[in-house]
T-cell receptor, first 115, second 110 residues
Framework: GAVVSQHPSWVICKSGTSVKIECRSL??????MFWYRQFPKQSLMLMAT?????????EQGVEKDKFLINHASLTLSTLTVTSAHPEDSSFYIC???????????FGPGTRLLVL | GQNIDQPTEMTATEGAIVQINCTYQ??????LFWYQQHAGEAPTFLSY????GLEEKGRFSSFLSRSKGYSYLLLKELQMKDSASYLC???????????FGAGTQVVVTP
């Protein structure tokens, strides 16, 4: 299957700081990328759909000013958690889909801990 | 509303067969996916069904009945490494947005 990378894999930060997470599709061009959040022992919750060259579409209840998404190229989307607080601590996972494909391929995830 | 249901946990012994059921009610349907997720890791793709019937891929098979809003994932010849959470996900639109079930934790015992 296609390869998606995420960086960093682990982040520990102080409350109030901003954290940027990168998601890259390594061997295909992804016009659409998705950002999910997963709390312990829960399933993945879609946060937003990121389309290359346009604004992201956020799911209900997700603050777009807090979770900034940029999809500037066909292989890179970034999620910035602004002014992070302890309740933002979670496992953030991105996925990417080929333009003609149906399957989403997931990155390895980024574990965020806000102190 | 939208709903995807699957059992919370299943236990089986090594070498056995386990069937994980998934029922769904979504406003649109553009395919059903099964993913495997080991603890602390991201999900990995297992199978995709969009037409009714059985798709076989090695030890794993997936079945879909669109009229019943039902799918199952069949794991044969269970191995210890199959202990993981199995996620049923439905794509409800052409953009590929996925809605996930809560996952079924499969525990394989010796």
């Amino acid at each position: 299957g296609a390869v998606v990378s995420q960086h960093p894999s682990w982040v520990i930060c102080k409350s109030g700081t901003s954290v940027k997470i990168e998601c890259r599709s390594l061997d295909f061009q992804a016009t659409t990328m998705f950002w999910y959040r997963q709390f312990p022992k829960q399933s993945l919750m879609l946060m937003a759909t990121s389309n290359e060259g346009s604004k992201a579409t956020y799911e209900q209840g997700v603050e777009k000013d807090k979770f900034l998404i940029n999809h500037a190229s066909l292989t890179l989307s970034t999620l910035t958690v602004t002014s992070a607080h302890p309740e933002d601590s979670s496992f953030y996972i991105c996925s990417a889909k080929e333009p003609s494909g149906k399957t989403q391929y997931f990155g390895p995830g980024t574990r965020l801990l806000v102190l | 509303g939208q709903n995807i249901d699957q059992p919370t946990e299943m236990t089986a012994t090594e070498g056995a067969i386990v069937q994980i059921n998934c029922t769904y009610q979504t406003s649109g349907f553009n395919g059903l996916f099964w993913y495997q997720q080991h603890a602390g890791e991201a999900p990995t793709f297992l199978s995709y069904n969009v037409l009714d019937g059985l798709e076989e891929k090695g030890r794993f098979s997936s079945f879909l009945s669109r009229s019943k809003g039902y799918s199952y994932l069949l794991l044969k010849e269970l191995q210890m490494k199959d202990s993981a959470s199995y996620l049923c996900a439905v794509s409800g639109d052409s953009w590929g947005k996925l809605q996930f079930g809560a996952g079924t934790q499969v525990v394989v015992t010796p």
